[in-house]
């Protein structure tokens, strides 16, 4: 069966999910100055308290604030904020890698044993897009892949017709196909992570070393955190690289 356009998936989508809700205590109130949102005055109000500096001595904003704090190296009140993102049109090869990040995460990702993969959409390469050639070579490939999925899907539940669970049946013949899936496969999948734990992860990720894929996601992903929470993030700055895909490079290496 021919892929349909719609399959193939040329860009990810993140989709913020959860954000800090900050509640002041009232018997330790902060004299807050300047613009802020409630992940930045958590992570200046977890900083404050360790020297009681509730009444804002140096007349600091909160991104005055966090901007220090980013520079002391002092990250670990950063680690008060999570933050949970939906990820969509990315490839299992992308998450892979991503799920490589540990401290500070949490991970749920679709379950290829349990979810039907027959309408599966493929994300393209980055490197691929643009030529038609390679993306009509990559297309046959992952549409032979597809083709091949549906067909042992269907050898093998009848092959374990026997098992009178429908449901454990289908998982058998679903979780044994889907070997024959490419890397390419669209996943999706939430990831939450605290602040600090983010800031690595993008660090790396955005860097002009990480694979093309998984740098356009931390770029997206950049985007998205420093309209969500500046002071955690603004001292990424995006660039060209040589390479003519889109970096990022950070002033406080991981705090
Ligand atoms: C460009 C690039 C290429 C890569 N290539 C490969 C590859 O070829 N093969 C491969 O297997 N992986 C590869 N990786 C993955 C890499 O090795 C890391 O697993 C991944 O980047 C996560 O980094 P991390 O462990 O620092 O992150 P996290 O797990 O999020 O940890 C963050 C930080 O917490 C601390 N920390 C976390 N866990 C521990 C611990 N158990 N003990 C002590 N300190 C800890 C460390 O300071 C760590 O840097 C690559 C990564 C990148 C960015």
Known sequence: MPLAESAILRAPRVTVLSRPAFTDAEHLPVQWMGESTDGERLAEFAGRLCY???????????????GNIKKQGHGSVLEHA?????FEGISRSLTHELVRHRAGFAYSQLSQRYVDESDACFVMPPAIMGDAALEAAWTAQVTAALDSYVALVDQLMDRYSWVDDKVHRRKMAREAARGVLPNSTETKIVVTGNARAWRTMLELRSSEGAEFEIRRLAIAVLHVMQAEAPAFFDDFSVYMAADRAEAARVEYHKV
Do not use: I, W
């Open 52 to 66: 009681m500096s509730q009444r804002n001595p140096a007349n600091r904003s909160t991104r005055e604030y966090l």
């Open 82 to 86: 999570n933050y949970s993102l939906l």
